[in-house]
């Protein structure tokens, strides 16, 4: 019986393995060898791919290659990086192998040709490419890391390469355990932070140096950095373009790096431009990268207002994982100064890297959010005996200064001050995704309709798949509430979501309809501040009570197009209101609420609303330090068209739209262009606002800029308008060469602004273009931002035109 049982267990494990021998008969194997058709030389990481699929495989670092493909005719092409691309045709036979060498020629219309006599110089060239050809054949990976930032006071002398035990004084800390995954297409970067905890003196509980993107890819011709949001390029010490920039030199490296690594060296040029200066090691015979130390040069430090970071220092080493060169260790370091304090604190962040998983199909890049950095709710709660059994900490050498930086306490009062300070500023990102009041005037509101006005408003954390908000509060000057309860959320992976919005408002006759989807309002916060300093807040004011209902289609992660119902009630307010901080001491001058041309009207609006929105920029691929300014460049369309409808019942029978683009527009080191281009027309008077802008979707370092800066907002700004606003920002570099101390530690950033436009009161939806007879409008300012790392100042001059005044000043914090 024993044997009969295992016979049938025979037949049955047999009849199991004819359909796995038959999937193996049905295929065939290519191989061979790919070269370089000029020099004969083997291309290693060379791609393989089946066209018409997503198959494919690359060539080890001999250059051979093996791949398994289905019987019949396929075509493979043959892909290298400044290499023309071979396809040839194949008739695959079940179980047979064909052998195919392919010689591929330099495509010289694709590649930049750098002519250089320097030896070392087109090394560095060769490395490049040979990296971006290994890497192209990554798609995705996940890792684990752990990260320990210590911070240790030095003296003036000190120097990186004395950074030893007996010359630092360590005083803070912070310890951090992340998962981070990264796509290639699209290229996407994020951290999840699984725990983290850091001394009371520390700056930040979080990393102070961003994870905003990959590890640095020096290759690049242009590596795009975000200092204190001061936008830079900088060109790459292993790129085709490094012998133009830098000094390079090559040398056998010291004992403690393989046998057979070679030790180049790179100075800048030029000192007018950020550039790196520093060390590469790579294998000769292998031809990769195993480390890398580069330092930013004086051009690049920069200055908050508040405290100074210099000596920027990008330190890497590489370990083999599968076929693939990644990151074994991080170090980041720098030297940071405050503004009233002589002493210098060393800041010192080492990452170990373990655990990756190489192009898995768990990493979807669906689910990288752009934000960057998740913080798990509960990271902060994780205990002592947690932190204990972390087995990574044994290989990061900042541990040794662990327990003496838990044992420090602080007693520089200059240095408590400037910590308190930094925390804020860089915990307040994570604070405003995750929990936020939506304006500060939730908080605390004065003007002269609403008189003292108190009320909150919270959010949900920034979440690519919903938001809710909801905001309430009392106007004491006009004695009524006001609220809002709105929301959207896509269920699963869901193109539509449903959207709404219930509200009761009072809002300014001449402003957006909707707020700033920004966490700090400084359209709002200027008001109240104009309001208190002045007794007047320059608006005519309306009640917004009713809904709006409909779907958001998604159509990218910054792409979508809402379609609402309107069913609102508008009711004029006077503007009149003898409550205010003072008491009965200030006394606003009265008059109604009505502009002599278009006054505020009371009815119903019952109508549709539409509004596309479309965003290129996408977030810096690699930040140094965490920014407000995330953005990269590209451009953006904001679209509007809303129309009242009186056969659904509507008071006002109109038509309007207005239309927005933005561009941007890179200039050497931190320099660039921003173009403004808005168009926008009516046909009829409406109860609201006529202040054509981007409908509050556009975000720049939290500023909201309104078309023409001199016009008053008491004024009207017609039924038809065009404008176009060209902006340079010269970013610190600028101040950081003006002889005046102040200002080169004020880190204040300066900006030029030319606007042109053009109005019309004719009713008609016929865009301002070209110029017919209506009136135009010209101005000229400059600006300046981070004023002591929170202020923002602008001084235009009208050139020409009827609306506002000739001079315009605006302050925004």
Not at 60 to 75: C, E, F, N, P, Q
Not at 377 to 387: F, I, S, T, V
Not at 441 to 463: A, C, K, Q
Not at 483 to 508: C, D, I, M, R, W
Request: glycine letters at 8%.
């Amino acid at each position: 019986m024993r044997c009969k049982s295992c016979f049938s267990g025979l037949i049955v494990f047999l009849l199991l393995l004819i359909p796995g021998m038959n999937v193996l008969a049905q295929s065939g194997t290519l191989s061979g060898f790919v070269y370089d058709a000029e020099t004969r030389e083997s291309l290693p990481y060379a791609n393989i791919i089946v066209e018409g699929t997503s198959k494919g495989t690359y060539t080890a670092s001999d250059g051979s290659y093996t791949i398994k493909l289905d019987t019949g005719t396929v075509s493979i092409r043959y892909r290298f990086i400044s290499f023309r691309d071979t396809v040839i045709q194949f008739q695959i036979q079940p179980g047979r192998e064909i052998e195919q060498d392919v010689y591929l020629r330099p495509d010289l219309t694709s590649m930049e040709v750098t002519v250089s006599a320097d030896r070392v110089a087109r090394k560095v060239q060769e490395l490049a490419r040979l990296r971006d050809q290994q890497n192209s054949n990554l798609n995705s990976y996940k890792a684990e890391v752990y990260k320990l930032a210590i911070l240790s006071n030095v003296d003036k002398s000190f120097k990186y390469e004395e950074a030893g035990e007996d010359d630092l004084e360590p005083i803070a800390f912070s310890e951090r355990k992340s998962e981070i995954r990264y796509t290639s297409d699209p290229e996407r970067y994020s951290e999840t932070l699984e725990a983290n905890r850091a001394s009371d003196n520390f700056f930040s509980e979080y990393d102070f140096f961003s994870t905003g993107g990959a590890p640095l890819n020096l290759n690049s011709d242009e590596v795009v950095l975000s200092i204190l949001s001061e936008g830079m390029s900088v060109v790459g010490p292993i790129s085709d373009k490094a012998g133009r920039f830098y000094e390079l030199y090559d040398e056998e490296a010291d004992s403690s790096w393989p046998e057979g690594t070679i030790e180049i060296y790179f100075e800048p040029k030029t000192d007018n431009r950020p550039l790196f200066e520093g060390q590469v090691w790579y294998d000769e015979e292998q031809s990769v990268i195993l480390g890398i130390d580069v330092t930013l040069n004086e051009y690049a430090e920069t200055n908050s207002g508040t405290f100074k970071i210099s000596d920027l220092r990008y330190q890497q080493s590489y370990k083999k994982v599968g076929d693939f060169w990644l990151p074994e260790k991080t170090e980041l370091s720098a030297m940071l100064q405050f503004i009233t304090s002589k002493d210098r604190i060393y800041y010192h962040d080492e990452w170990t890297w373990d655990n990756y998983e190489l192009n898995a199909r768990s990493i979807d890049p669906q689910q990288i959010e752009l934000n960057t950095t998740n913080i798990l709710q509960d990271a902060h709660k994780r205990q002592q005996a947690y932190w204990d059994t972390l087995s990574t900490r044994e290989k990061n050498e900042n541990a040794r200064l662990l327990d003496e930086a838990k044992e420090y306490e602080e007693d520089r009062a200059m240095v408590k001050v400037g910590m308190s300070a930094m925390r804020t500023f860089f915990r307040l990102p994570y604070q405003l995704e995750r929990f936020y009041m939506t304006n500060i005037s939730d908080i605390y509101h004065y003007n002269r309709v609403e008189g003292n006005y108190l009320g909150l408003g919270v959010r949900t954390p920034v979440h690519p798949d919903y938001e809710y908000r909801a905001i309430g509060g009392y106007g004491f000057g006009n004695q009524s509430w006001s609220y809002e309860l709105s929301g959207y959320h896509f269920f699963g992976n869901s193109f539509v979501a449903p959207e709404g919005s219930y509200h009761k408002q009072t809002l300014p006759q001449y402003q957006d309809y909707e707020y700033n989807r920004t966490p700090l309002d400084f359209f709002e916060a200027r008001q109240t501040m104009y309001a208190l300093t002045t007794g007047t807040s320059g608006n005519n004011y309306f009640e917004r009570e009713g809904y709006e209902a409909g779907f958001r289609f998604r159509f990218g992660t910054e792409s979508f197009l809402r379609t609402l119902y309107l069913d609102e009630t508008h009711r004029s307010l006077t503007a009149t209101s003898s409550f205010s901080l003072f008491g009965d001491g200030l006394i606003p001058e009265e008059f109604a609420n009505n502009d002599p041309i278009f006054p505020a009207q009371e009815g119903t609006i019952k109508g549709l609303y539409l509004h596309l929105h479309h965003d290129t920029r996408q977030y810096l691929r690699t930040q140094f330090l965490r920014d407000y300014n995330i953005r990269a460049f590209g451009w953006l369309t904001d679209a509007v068209l809303e129309k009242g409808i009186s056969s659904w019942g509507s008071d006002f029978d109109y038509n309007r739209y207005r239309v927005g683009l933005k561009f941007y527009w890179p200039v050497f080191s931190s320099h660039f262009f921003q173009t403004d281009i808005i168009v926008g027309a009516s046909d009829a008077g409406v109860p609201n606002q006529r202040l054509f802008t981007y409908n509050g979707y556009v975000l720049d370092d939290y500023v909201r800029y309104k078309p023409f800066n001199t016009i008053d907002y008491r004024e009207p700004l017609g039924n038809r308008i065009s404008q176009i606003k060209v902006r340079y920002k010269f970013g610190s570099s600028l101040t950081r060469s003006i002889p005046v101390n102040f200002i080169q530690k004020s880190g204040i950033k300066i900006s030029t602004v030319l606007t042109a436009g053009v109005i019309d009161q004719t009713s008609s939806l016929e865009p301002l273009l070209p110029y017919s007879g209506s009136k135009a409008q010209a101005e000229i300012g400059i600006a300046a931002s981070k004023i002591f790392g929170i202020l923002y100042a602008e001084v235009s001059k009208k050139l020409y035109g009827k609306y506002g005044n000739s001079i315009g000043f605006l302050i925004l914090f």
